[in-house]
DNA sequence: CTGAAAGCGCTTACAG
DNA sequence: CTGAAAGCGCTTACAG
């Protein structure tokens, strides 16, 4: 025991002024401290003024981890995302940061890269620490640890896919409108040969895109064609890269999400093909870049600032117990009609 | 009391089991449970069977917050980046991010959107959260805070930027070397009128490159120009706008950091310029979409998985008490040549 | 090796 | 309104 107080002298930590040395110094107890700082019950002005000196002549501040385990909760909320890389993401993540912090909450966050093994272990972490809450964006929608979590008392808000859990809240994107609605544009202007560059299929988000994609051509009567792909930019590049060396390429794509555009855009620029003359594109999802390609990208934007919003919301909802029943938010996607679309060769 | 129970009863929660739960299961003491889940002191074979048995059968899995308050100390770090939308920081806080929780650490993430006064709150909250670490990316360097943080037993590494409390360890990029090749590169080239595209003035990053650029021009024995700017695509492209409405603007550009790149090529777009040949370019930093613009983006790219290494590594180094001295890593960036450069019209 | 017990630093009924 | 005391769920000397 000397020892170590002999090995802490040389290194760090003069010891942390508590709760007790606040008490003591304005002569009231512990939970007069305690109740003055948590602005909780009345507290006379003269003992509060006495505790507020005493904390300011301490520098006092309450330990974090006390209180948790004191008020048996925490003031932490799990954030698990599929890829912070991805802009959609690392918007979504400052979002929830900043309404998160300037209510007195922490976000811990998470990175699953996809895989629903990691998601699984994050969660099971986040539900060791007791988080307050979780906003999610599942790889795995089924994941049994979202029930287990829900079943401890852990309030969780799923953005961009769903969970199978009914009991979370969900904030979605109508993905199929949007398919639709971008593979529309384009049969608007003249084109018959599109093709849908699709995502990583055991995502939800890929399917609901392709399906969209599929509904517009089948409705007018046109073929589907499309690209098995992933939310990557090279595989994408390659995937493009082959359907362009195709004896009838497409004179249209529709790309299932931004960063593949980025494979896309590649694909054409190896093949040395412009937009949209010799390729008209659209894409579902924003790129930070969309605006400084030559031409400008055509795409449908998610509202990225409302969806973190919501999603905070839902979430604090269940943490104060103002709501039970699970609720679903369904956004649309924004149309943002840019140089990359246009009339096909022929029809110009 | 039996009022909250019957709430209770209908919404949440069952209760949780706890180490006493197990022990008496095992029957054996929590210490023995204790020193079971955490690997400590040697347990005999036939006790450790039957905790193990108890902790599966019961499901058992300890509290994060309880472990915090009893072990004084969370396995949480603090990573406090400028702007979380900005790539090189969403690719730092994922590289992190990673090797954290694949050691058992958990990542409080905070975004100060360059402004001093969020950035001392945070550093407050995490002081107050007891963090185990703090990877701090500051704004302000010479924030007390960060030295109070210290003093409270909080080891800091800082990366990008310098900070004031020689007590950091810090891992910084070379950007005067950096400034100085992009440059130099121009000027191998053949170019004179060189200008600069500044950052925010108060950020020291934005000086070193500022420094690196007038070391070289003047080297050179040649004007340095620099256009007032800050960290911002809009702001550059504005700035830019003026510089090249000017009557005798410049035949290449620096610009400072990647996301104003992205404004500089807004800027050109809007005045109807291509590069390399109306105006070379040179970023100083590497925006994902350097290779897909037309034509691609040169630029000197920062090495971002080896610096989130160094950093990580240098925090544990400290957590673990292995280290005393402050340590300084420097890193340089690599240049990453692309056709944004080339010779100016007069040359060529 | 193992257990009983104290302690981590707060919060919060409970009693007054 | 205020305080004494129990309790949150662990870990960790200490003693055996």
Redesign the interface.
Known sequence: MQESAFTDRR????P?VRIADVARRAAVSQATVSRVLNGDGRVHADLRERVLQAVAELDY??????R??ARQR?N?IGMVVAD??H?YF??M??AV??TA?AQGY??????TDENPDKQRS?L??L????VLGIIISPTDGADAEISRAI???IPVVAFDRRVADERADVVIPDNLTAARAATGLLLDEGHHAIAFVAGTPRVETAAERLAGYEVAMTAADLEPRSVPGQFDADVTRHAVGELLREPNPPSALVIASSPMA?GA??AM?DAGLHAPHDLALVSIGE???A????PPLTTLAPPVRLIAHEAMELLLERVT?QR?QARRIVHQFELRRRGSTGPPPASA
């Open positions: 290194t760090a930590a003069p942390r501040r309450p330990s974090g981890p006390a948790n385990l925490t932490t912070i890389e802009p690392s918007q993540v400052r940061e900043d912090y922490r976000v811990l966050i998470c990175n994050y099971l972490a539900e060791d620490e007791r079943d401890g008392g980025l855009l590649q620029r790129p930070p870049w605006e400084i390609v030559d117990g039970e």
